[in-house]
């Protein structure tokens, strides 16, 4: 079926080159980083995790939030999702190839990845992190394979996938947990010793993901034939409001914990970030971009009026997204290491090398997201020609 991906549009065309020069960019950067090492971002003794785990972590939940599509139409039998299933699927293998990416080019040389598989440590979060997305990309790119091969062929997809497809449910949840526990495990960073951490990645996932399948599923509905359903798109932007809504009570619960109890090693990370801190403080803007826009937002997606125009919705969706982008990717990995165990206050400024570089990722995992769309959205024009 990937021949598919090898005829299209001179706008498919056109995009294609432009991802494809994207990761170039990318890797011209990563071969700089490679041969200097990673003294050449701006990751430091005091700030270990920059821009590249910051990306990793907002991305898994990306992928995790496939689930909220795959849930009810396998479990609950939701038609409406039929269509936007796919689409899902397909985002998460795109999502999860991007983690991997990131913690290769973290890690300074990818070679030091073969260490976990070397040592294999069961105690250590990391090489179950590492078990739970290779398996979690592994049974997407089954399921949704095996899937699609069935739809070409028009007939029901055999009985053997049933059970990958239900393990893929809690496989998803446990992604993301997984993740969470790497930060909730280090009790020297109290800002991420809080036992909520994990709901609050997956209510950030549950509501950031889907917003961004939403503004997948509108582009390819404006560009090509392909329309995954006026209803679907309706139900899964009620499942951004109300994750949207939970995320943001559990940042007000960690804020309430904070200054309620008035532990300075709580509340200064929360200082630093809203308010700046010993003079430092260059998130200060970004992170009250973050909550104007998510406010907006959810705001926005509390009418259904809104949630019904596409328009509205793309809006509301993007803001939402780039908010959660900011206060799960931003605020809470970078803020986490400040103040450090030693009580000094510092700022971390990404270097040219390692921006590139995290845009050089982007691109190679949007390229393969449009040539599985790509693929996709040519099995169903052949499948259901004029309807799909």
């Not at 932007?237 to 939970?246: D, E, F, M, P, W």
């Not at 998510?294 to 596409?310: C, D, Q, S, T, V």
């Not at 990404?350 to 693929?375: C, D, H, N, R, S």
């Given at each position: 079926?990937?021949?598919?991906?090898?005829?299209?549009?001179?706008k498919?065309?056109?995009?294609?080159?432009?991802?494809?020069?994207?990761?170039?960019?990318?890797?011209?950067?990563?071969?700089?980083?490679?041969?200097?090492?990673?003294?050449a971002?701006?990751?430091?003794?005091?700030?270990?995790?920059?821009?590249?785990?910051?990306?990793?972590?907002?991305?898994?939940?990306?992928?995790?939030?496939?689930?909220?599509?795959?849930?009810?139409?396998?479990?609950?039998?939701?038609?409406?999702?039929?269509?936007?299933?796919?689409?899902?699927?397909?985002?998460a293998?795109?999502?999860?190839?991007?983690?991997?990416?990131?913690?290769?080019?973290?890690?300074?040389k990818?070679?030091?990845?073969?260490?976990?598989?070397?040592?294999?440590?069961?105690?250590?979060v990391?090489?179950?992190?590492?078990?739970?997305?290779?398996?979690?990309?592994?049974?997407?790119l089954?399921?949704?394979?095996?899937?699609?091969?069935?739809?070409?062929?028009?007939?029901?997809?055999?009985?053997?996938?049933?059970p990958?497809?239900?393990?893929?449910?809690?496989?998803?949840?446990?992604?993301?947990?997984?993740?969470?526990?790497?930060?909730?495990?280090?009790?020297?960073?109290?800002?991420w010793?809080?036992?909520?951490?994990?709901?609050?990645?997956?209510?950030?996932?549950?509501?950031?993901?889907?917003?961004?399948?939403?503004?997948?599923?509108?582009?390819?509905?404006r560009?090509?034939?392909?329309?995954?359903?006026?209803?679907?798109?309706?139900?899964?932007?009620?499942?951004?409001?109300y994750?949207?809504?939970?995320n943001?009570?559990?940042?007000?619960?960690?804020?309430?914990?904070?200054?309620?109890?008035?532990?300075?090693?709580?509340?200064?990370?929360?200082?630093?970030?809203?308010?700046?801190?010993?003079?430092?403080?260059?998130?200060?803007y970004?992170?009250?971009t973050?909550?104007?826009?998510g406010?907006?937002?959810?705001?926005?997606l509390?009418?259904?009026?809104?949630?019904?125009?596409?328009?509205?919705l793309?809006?509301?969706c993007?803001?939402?997204?780039?908010?959660?982008?900011?206060?799960?990717g931003?605020?809470?990995v970078?803020?986490?290491f400040?103040?450090?165990?030693?009580?000094?206050?510092?700022?971390?400024?990404?270097?040219?090398?390692?921006?590139?570089?995290?845009?050089?990722?982007?691109?190679?995992?949007f390229?393969?997201?449009?040539?599985?769309?790509k693929?996709?959205?040519?099995?169903?024009?052949?499948?259901s020609?004029?309807?799909?």
């Amino acid at each position: 079926m990937l021949e598919k991906a090898l005829y299209g549009s001179k706008k498919y065309w056109a995009l294609v080159l432009f991802l494809i020069g994207l990761t170039l960019v990318g890797t011209v950067a990563y071969i700089k980083q490679y041969m200097y090492g990673l003294g050449a971002t701006g990751m430091s003794r005091d700030i270990s995790w920059g821009v590249y785990i910051a990306q990793f972590t907002f991305l898994v939940g990306v992928a995790a939030s496939a689930v909220m599509v795959v849930l009810p139409y396998y479990l609950h039998n939701y038609k409406e999702f039929g269509k936007i299933v796919i689409l899902g699927e397909f985002l998460a293998i795109s999502a999860v190839t991007m983690c991997i990416l990131f913690i290769m080019v973290d890690m300074g040389k990818p070679a030091r990845v073969l260490n976990i598989l070397k040592y294999p440590t069961l105690h250590s979060v990391m090489f179950w992190d590492m078990v739970v997305l290779s398996g979690y990309l592994g049974l997407n790119l089954l399921c949704g394979w095996v899937v699609l091969q069935a739809e070409k062929k028009d007939v029901p997809p055999p009985k053997w996938i049933k059970p990958f497809i239900y393990v893929s449910i809690p496989w998803a949840v446990s992604i993301h947990t997984v993740t969470a526990f790497l930060y909730a495990g280090l009790p020297a960073r109290h800002f991420w010793l809080t036992a909520i951490m994990a709901p609050r990645f997956l209510a950030s996932a549950f509501s950031a993901g889907p917003a961004l399948l939403i503004l997948l599923a509108l582009l390819v509905r404006r560009y090509t034939e392909f329309d995954a359903g006026k209803k679907a798109i309706s139900k899964l932007a009620t499942i951004v409001l109300y994750a949207g809504l939970v995320n943001f009570f559990f940042l007000l619960m960690e804020v309430f914990t904070a200054f309620y109890s008035s532990v300075p090693s709580h509340k200064e990370t929360f200082v630093y970030l809203y308010m700046g801190l010993e003079g430092m403080g260059n998130l200060v803007y970004v992170m009250w971009t973050s909550l104007a826009v998510g406010f907006i937002a959810i705001l926005m997606l509390l009418f259904p009026k809104n949630r019904e125009n596409y328009g509205r919705l793309a809006v509301a969706c993007a803001l939402l997204f780039v908010s959660l982008f900011i206060d799960k990717g931003v605020g809470l990995v970078i803020g986490g290491f400040v103040p450090n165990p030693l009580e000094h206050v510092l700022n971390y400024h990404p270097t040219a090398i390692e921006i590139m570089v995290t845009i050089g990722v982007w691109g190679a995992g949007f390229l393969v997201l449009t040539v599985l769309y790509k693929v996709a959205i040519s099995i169903r024009a052949l499948t259901s020609p004029g309807t799909h």
